[in-house]
């Protein structure tokens, strides 16, 4: 089919039209007419009041025949946003945005259109979520506060907000970047929330970090809501300054943090309160009552995961987790063996071969490696890049692709174009025995960020360091032990060392559960690094108890799903959210 003889907005509104009037009408039969046999429908709250996937139309049809007469779909329109696309040389599909309503929201919706034999148009992939709540819509724009404070007033105002007597609807445990955009969130539905953050300002979380750590991603993708980074924004943010920029953005939303303080306790009541016990900073006890107890302390809470080691005891150097890391000039003239080769691991290695350290990097298994600046144009150059489309638009399309047809092919498309972009650097580096991999499934980063969240390298630098030899490399063997002065391998060769450095991740997602809640809600929680059968994350979910929730994630999904998860609280909160199907 050639692409010019396709007039996309006529296919697209001739295939809206039919649409429309058959979800209005709430003939679930019709609409699966127009959507392929093996199509894929993803919803955030609209028509389920969840996060679904449905896969084929079996699954669409009972899926739509159960809801269509509860939800009261109506007011469909078509936007401007219709486009021609061909990702591939045999897949081409058109692309259109929509709105419409249902008994209780205002919602939005993405379809992708492919073409059948017969000419005819059907829908490979359908988006829709829910936008606002018709009776509690967010307080931006003309909804902003209009009364005019003065600064004494607004002070005790403030003051007043910050929970010294009443007790929030929903408390987060951290004041990361999660946990902001969430609590900005939250605080624009008038939803009172209160974060309680152990460190002593917002950002510390990045000041405490090693000295030579940037942000991979670049600026177009973690922008966050309500306040986006400056044009003068640098591509790459450095750590400290991402630090300030956080306690910028939680003093300018004026949103609510505890700081140097720590949520010691958690139990819910026979009516379903949480009774979180905080010890703040002079040293007091509070117990606050909640509706809402939210988890956002990172991955694995930060909670080192050291590799099990023989002999550790009988070693006469150092041994640290890559955490625990801040400076080159820290270990002048030592023997350094770093264990790890995903982003800490090489960060650190690099941060000590450039100061002239002398440091070789254990690689335990094969890593996936991009050079992320140049193959950014293959996974989200299109959508986040200087010219790409407003950032709501880019998170809607970019989420509307359900993650099953990503895993099912598209991500394993995506990874050869970047390993054949970059065949000549990767070639190097496996020259100088470096292992490399596609990822898990071939989908290179895709699973690696859900399923691990690590075993990759994102190459600044690090790769081209072991080509020269400044970084050295050793991965021809298992380590066996420690012994005094180093590491024994099970090929019974052995690395002296003064220091190891283990970038070996960290623990389970439930670890911080476990410690505030105890071992009977975090057994009872899924397991957070997983994708279930749906292809949907337990990140952003309920858990195991009503109340219960975790957001954990990159900049660019929190600043999408901690609107999901606000209006979802939203919805519980105000009793307009639909029974959840």
């Known amino acids: 089919m050639e692409l010019g003889q396709i007039d996309e907005r006529k296919v697209a509104e001739d295939w809206f039209e039919s649409f429309s009037s058959l979800a209005t009408a709430g003939n679930a039969e019709g609409v699966v007419r127009l959507v392929c046999e093996d199509a894929l429908w993803r919803d955030l709250l609209s028509l389920t009041s969840d996060m679904r996937t449905f896969d084929g139309s079996p699954k669409i049809r009972k899926f739509l025949t159960d809801r269509l007469s509860l939800v009261k779909l109506q007011n469909f329109a078509l936007t401007e946003f219709i486009r021609l696309q061909k990702p591939y040389p045999d897949l081409v599909w058109i692309v259109g945005m929509f709105t419409f309503e249902n008994s209780t929201g205002m919602c939005s919706g993405i379809f992708r259109l492919v073409p059948g034999a017969n000419g005819s148009w059907r829908a490979y992939t359908m988006f829709t979520m829910i936008e606002s709540f018709k009776k509690f819509p967010e307080k931006i724009g003309p909804l902003r506060e209009h009364v005019a404070l003065s600064g004494r007033l607004w002070k005790e105002k403030r003051k007043y907000e910050m929970f010294e007597q009443e007790d929030p609807v929903v408390l987060i445990i951290g004041a990361g970047q999660s946990a902001l955009q969430l609590a900005a969130r939250l605080k624009f539905l008038d939803i009172p929330t209160l974060m309680v953050e152990r460190d002593n300002r917002v ?182 890049s200087e010219d790409g489309p407003p950032t709501d638009i880019a998170d809607r399309l970019f989420n509307s692709m359900p993650h099953l047809l990503l895993e099912g092919g598209m991500a394993q498309r995506t990874t050869d174009a970047i390993m054949s972009d970059q065949i000549s650097q990767l070639n190097k580096l496996m020259d100088a025995g470096f292992r490399v991999n596609k990822g898990i499934k071939d989908a290179g980063i895709l699973l690696q960020l859900k399923l691990k969240a690590g075993g990759h390298y994102f190459d600044t630098g690090g790769s081209q360091l072991i080509i020269d030899g400044m970084i050295k490399l050793k991965n021809d063997s298992q380590i066996k032990s420690f012994y005094p002065g180093g590491l024994e391998f099970e090929n019974g060769s052995k690395l002296p060392a003064d220091v190891v450095i283990c970038a070996t991740g960290v623990g389970d997602k439930r670890n911080s559960i476990r410690q505030v809640c105890g071992d009977k809600v975090a057994n009872d929680c899924p397991s ?13 979910a309920q858990l195991s108890r009503k109340g219960l929730w975790m957001i954990v994630g990159p900049l660019q999904l929190n600043r999408f799903f901690s609107k999901y998860l606000a209006l979802r609280i939203q919805g519980i909160e105000k009793n307009t959210l639909l029974p959840c199907y």
Not at 528 to 540: F, K, M, P, T, V
């Open 203 to 384: 950002g510390d979380m990045w000041r405490n970090r090693y000295d030579a750590l940037s942000l991979h991603f670049p600026v177009w993708y973690d922008h966050m809501p309500y306040i986006p980074f400056p044009p003068t924004w640098p591509k790459y943010t450095p750590s400290f300054k991402m630090a300030d920029w956080l306690e910028s953005y939680a003093i300018a939303l004026e949103l609510n943090v505890w700081t140097s303080s720590e949520v010691v306790g958690a139990v819910q009541d026979p009516h379903l309160k949480w009774h979180v016990q905080v010890r703040r900073n002079n040293g007091i006890e509070r117990v606050l009552k909640v509706n809402h107890l939210v988890f956002a302390t990172g991955l694995g809470d930060g909670i080192p995961n050291m590799p099990d080691i023989d002999n550790q005891e009988t070693f006469q150097g150092a041994v640290i987790h890559s955490s625990q890391y801040r400076r080159a000039s820290d270990y002048t003239g030592k023997k350094i063996i770093v264990i790890g080769t995903g982003n800490s691991g090489h960060d650190v290695a690099s941060d000590l071969a450039k100061a002239g350290q002398d440091v070789t990097i254990f690689q335990r298994s094969s890593t996936f490696v991009m050079d992320l600046d140049k193959g950014w144009k293959f996974l989200g150059g299109a959508l986040y």
């Open 528 to 540: 957070l690094q997983s994708i279930n059968e749906e292809g949907e994350s337990y990140s952003y």
